[in-house]
Nanobody, 128 residues
Framework: QVQLVESGGGSVQAGGSLRLSCVAS????????LGWFRQAPGKEREGVAI????????YYADSVKGRFTVSRDNAKRTVLLQMNGLKSEDTAMYYC?????????????????????WGQGTQVTVSS
């Protein structure tokens, strides 16, 4: 069973922080390739940060480097996204996704097209 459940979104002022959580089913987490994506109104979905839950290798979009940190808790089958220094342009619906095929791992996997399972999303709103 593939299941991804996000939580932790909300409203915050610019410069603030939020932490998103994504709990995955055992099957999904075992496939190792998970990530965070976002979609703002009128814009395409974009990759934010991804992590290989086996080796812990991470990749980030340039727009969030130095501000966001993706991590995992293998015991809880959870992928976290710590977001600091939030900006108004970070406002979006944030999704957790899994690539259950994942034949390779690299920065190109930030593209949403590789991910075949998605959570329901959690809204992040940053006011300036």
């Amino acid at each position: 069973q593939v299941q991804l459940v996000e939580s932790g979104g909300g409203s915050v002022q610019a410069g603030g922080s939020l932490r998103l959580s994504c709990v995955a089913s055992a099957y999904t987490y075992s496939r190792n390739c998970l990530g965070w994506f976002r979609q703002a109104p009128g814009k395409e979905r974009e990759g934010v940060a991804i992590i290989h839950t086996g080796g812990g290798v991470t990749y980030y979009a340039d727009s969030v480097k130095g501000r966001f940190t993706v991590s995992r808790d293998n015991a809880k089958r959870t992928v976290l996204l710590q977001m600091n220094g939030l900006k108004s342009e970070d406002t979006a619906m944030y999704y957790c996704a899994a690539d259950t095929y994942c034949p390779s791992w690299g920065p190109n996997r930030l593209s949403p097209e590789y991910y075949n399972h998605w959570g329901q999303g959690t809204q992040v709103t940053v006011s300036s």
